[in-house]
Structure formats: C-alpha cells, structure tokens
C-alpha cells in the first residue's frame, strides 16, 4: 500500500511539473483591455489605415489606407492629427502593411490578393528621407501555381510584412480555410524574385499585419481583435515555434495595423479609424 502510495504521489508531481511547464510555452487566450489604450480616432484621410509605422519623431506615425485609396502615406501625431502628406509617384492597387530597417528604409506592402490572382505583387522600397526615391522589390509566391487556386486553397493573400536581418518575412492570409498563416522570406533588394515559403503556423485567425521587436525577441501577428505574441524568439526563421501568447481586445473591431513603437510598446490601429497603444508590461 505505502509503495502504491509513493508512485500515485510521484506521478502526481511530474503531471503537475508538465502542466505548469506547458502553460508557461503556451499563454493564453488572454484578455488585455487594461493595458489597451486609445489614444485617438483617425482623422478622416485615413479612415481605413493599413499598416502603421513608429518614425524617428516623438510619438510621430507613418500610416496609409489600403485599396483603392490615393498613394498617400500620412505622418501623423499620437492625437491622429496629421502632420504631413506624403503623395507618392506610384499606384496603391492593394497596400496592405509596412516596415522598416536598421538602415533608414521603409517598406510598403502591395500585397493584398483578395481573390488569389494577383501577378504583379510588389513590396516598395524607400529611404525614410527621400520617400519618392522608390525601388520595387516584384514577387511571386513559389507553390502558386494557380492564378487563382480552388476556393479551398486560397493563401495567397498577404496584409502582414516585417523586416529582419536583410530579409522581408511575408505572413499570408488563409481564405480558403482560415487555419493556416503561411511565412515566406524575400530578399530586401530591388528585382523580380520568389517568396520562399520556410514555415506554416496553424493559428485560426486571418492575419491582418505583422511586425519585429526592436531587439529581434518578439514577434507579434494582428488579426481582428486579437493579438499572437512569439517570445524569446532566437531565430527569426523559426518565430512561430517559439513561446506563444494570444491576447484577444474585444470591442476593438477590425484592427488592421501593428508597429512596435518601443521594446515594451505596440501601436495599433483599427480600419473603423482608432489609434490604440498597447503596453507589452
């Protein structure tokens, strides 16, 4: 009896260990209401922002609508003041997010394909200072093979790009079944390439905008409502697999863009034309 007793003790402990150790990986859902501020309501001009972007300038945001809207980026302040239009010399046929990099570049997606039938995706590049000295990086997804594909396999939708370490990592957008966000690498230089698919994640959610700690650690995906957090995050290639976190806003509505401002802080907005800032504490 006394040994039956020690063994339902000691299966007992490590079933316990094993809980508290799967919990600690994968976090969540969680609610963050109260670490959820609005600071603003959009003004007007972009009523329907994209993709958002932290500037150099105290709590000043780049920002611009999607399709079929003027090739705009808006520079706007924490109040959703507009503090300078920026009019490109190129056409927003889908633009759905933006990032930049450690060497004074921003990047605009022009990778919405609602319908899976796009050929001339694109992801241009600029430097912050001379935003009109524009280069296309042109793309195609590798396994397209179909233009478009069945119903059931259209995942070739992108409104989530970040920038790392001399690459643009593409998150899709699953409307076929809604399950699975595919992850492509694409290089960051001018030219005609193919997005390499390196990574699926089976998240359930239609992903909306992506972006990159200041320090390379997290990374965090948007879809409506709902934030997916990776941590600790060692390799960028392998993001997904790291520590998950889902933390969900309700009443937020559509959330469309997220920038980290700071290692601690994310901006977010929404296309019913809110600025949220989340605080990571």
């Known amino acids: 009896m006394k040994l039956m007793i020690k063994i339902a003790f000691i299966l007992a402990t490590l079933v316990a260990i094993m809980f508290f150790a799967f919990c600690n990986k994968f976090k969540g859902p969680q609610e963050a209401t109260e670490k959820l501020t609005k600071l603003a309501s959009l003004p007007k001009e972009v009523e329907e922002s994209s993709g958002i972007l932290k500037l150099p300038e105290q709590e000043q945001y780049l920002t611009h609508n999607d399709a079929g809207n003027k090739p705009y980026l808006y520079q706007i302040d924490s109040k959703g003041n507009i503090q300078q239009t920026h009019k490109l010399s190129l056409p927003n046929v889908d633009w759905e997010d933006l990032s930049s990099d450690t060497q004074g570049n921003i990047y605009i997606a022009d990778t919405g394909n609602n319908a899976n039938k ?8 600029a430097p912050l200072n ?6 296309a990086i042109r793309f195609s997804y590798e396994d397209q093979k179909e233009f ?3 119903k059931k396999d259209r995942n070739f939708d992108s409104e989530a790009i970040f920038w790392h370490g001399g690459s643009l990592y593409i998150i899709s957008k699953d409307r076929g079944r809604g399950e699975t966000a595919k992850v492509y690498r694409l290089p960051d230089q001018p030219g005609q390439h193919q997005a390499k698919l390196i990574g699926k994640i089976n998240i359930n959610s239609l992903i909306t ?4 700690s200041p320090a390379g650690d997290q990374v965090v995906l ?5 934030l ?9 290639a392998t993001f997904y697999e790291q520590d998950y976190q889902d933390i969900s806003f309700p009443g937020t509505g559509q959330t469309e863009a997220v920038a980290f401002e700071d ?18 504490n």
């Open 118 to 125: 796009r050929k001339e995706l694109a992801v241009y590049k």
């Open 130 to 135: 001379n935003l009109n000295k524009l280069q």
């Open 148 to 150: 478009p594909p069945k």
């Open 209 to 212: 905008s992506a972006d990159v």
């Open 222 to 226: 948007l879809s409506e409502g709902k």
């Open 228 to 236: 997916h957090l990776f941590n600790n995050v060692s390799n960028i």
């Open 263 to 280: 290692a601690n802080t994310l901006i977010i907005t929404s296309e019913g034309g809110n600025l949220y800032r989340y605080s990571l």
